[in-house]
């Protein structure tokens, strides 16, 4: 027992879970690094919650997480494992941990994962959550690790179909990921001019949103577009209407407004690539933060970043919370886009 009657760290695990996010490979490093610092030992599990269940592990050393920093992906692996849903899966991980002596365990992830280190602290294995996905769609945090080189990569992309749609005078329809957040598709719709985003978010209607604004623009000059369009929209269904894909958006566009179009879909694209600066720092951040708790021996808490800020929360308070999309960057994104 330390001083505070809690339970000793004496070795912690670190795992990676869902949708990989570029810095996850950072969040490994930090937490890695700031455990052996402090004298501790480090596990790092393979394939997320799946590596958890079958004992996939390794004992990290200083060296494990040299040269990782800039590469996108995870060193550690990740999974979606459906099992880890049920309480049968979740004993089988904290018997794992006690069988590998692990005392407290960072999760990099996203709700999903959040939900299964959750579930993990209240069978007794401390648990922080540190929030990793392109998708920035976790309503404790205001920034999730990876958003930052997601919209790098979608920027640089569009940066490059503006160039073909200027040159033919047409119009490139843009998908971007998401899952059920707009905040990909607003912040690359206001680095890349386009004439509109699409967001699921905030209703929209189709001829009032793209074609009157694209034949407002169309008569005082502007010959070429950029339409975006996030996953969450396409994904949906309008009433009994099938949602609709970025190839029928682009169709239905030429034949409204007479513009030719073309759709792109950038897929997973967006998830891959070196971490940008910010998405380190933040990684190396929050991963610090998250051993820190573990240190004190407090678990449950899944760390975020608050006005700038590292902060934690209580993972239940934060899995209640609402993510709202920032209405201001929209409007100024509709106000610039004429
Ligand atoms: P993504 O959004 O990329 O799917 P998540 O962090 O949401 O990323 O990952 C989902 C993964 O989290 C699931 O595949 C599963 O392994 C894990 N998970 C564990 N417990 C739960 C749970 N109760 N509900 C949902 N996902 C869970
Ligand atoms: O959560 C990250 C994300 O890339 C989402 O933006 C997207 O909806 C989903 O994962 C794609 O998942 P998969 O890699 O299983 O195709």
Do not use: W
Not at 206 to 224: A, C, F, L
Request: glycine share 12%.
């Amino acid at each position: 027992m330390s001083a505070n009657g809690k339970k000793e760290m004496k070795t912690i695990g670190i795992l990676t879970s869902g949708g990989d996010a570029p810095g996850m490979n950072a969040v490994v490093r930090s937490v890695t690094r700031t455990a052996l610092f402090n004298g501790m030992n480090v596990k790092g599990i393979f394939k997320g919650y799946s590596g958890l269940m079958n004992s996939l592990m390794q004992d990290m050393t200083l060296r494990s997480v040299s040269d990782i920093l800039q590469r996108g992906g995870t060193m550690l692996y990740s999974a979606r494992c459906p099992e880890f849903k049920d309480d049968a899966g979740v004993e089988i991980g904290k018997q794992n941990c006690l069988a590998s002596g692990i005392d407290g365990l960072v999760v990099c992830g996203g709700d999903g994962s959040f939900r299964g280190a959750r579930d993990l602290s209240l069978k007794g294995i401390p648990c922080i959550g540190v929030p990793g996905t392109i998708d920035n769609d976790i309503a404790s945090s205001e920034y999730t690790i990876g958003f930052d080189t997601a919209v790098r990569t979608v920027v640089e992309n569009i940066d490059r179909l503006r160039d073909t749609s200027q040159s033919h005078d047409r119009c490139s329809v843009v998908e971007v990921m998401g899952r059920h957040c707009g905040d990909i598709a607003l912040h690359s719709g206001i680095c890349c001019g386009a004439v509109s985003v699409l967001v699921p978010e905030i209703e929209f209607d189709i001829d009032r949103d793209i074609i009157q604004k694209m034949k407002k623009t169309m008569n005082s000059g502007k010959n070429h577009f950029i339409v975006i369009v996030a996953e969450g929209v396409t994904s949906v269904r309008f009433g009994d209407e099938p949602g609709m894909s970025a190839h029928q958006l682009a169709k239905y566009i030429e034949e409204q407004t007479g513009v030719e179009s073309r759709a792109t879909v950038l897929g997973h694209i967006q998830r891959g690539g070196t971490p940008s600066p910010r998405d380190r720092v933040v990684a190396s951040q929050m991963g610090h933060y998250a051993v820190e708790l573990l240190r004190k021996g407090i678990g449950n808490r899944v760390v975020a970043m608050k006005d700038n800020h590292i902060v934690d929360y209580d993972i239940l308070e934060a899995l209640e919370m609402k993510k709202t999309i920032n209405m201001e960057l929209y409007r100024t994104c509709n106000e610039i886009s004429i």
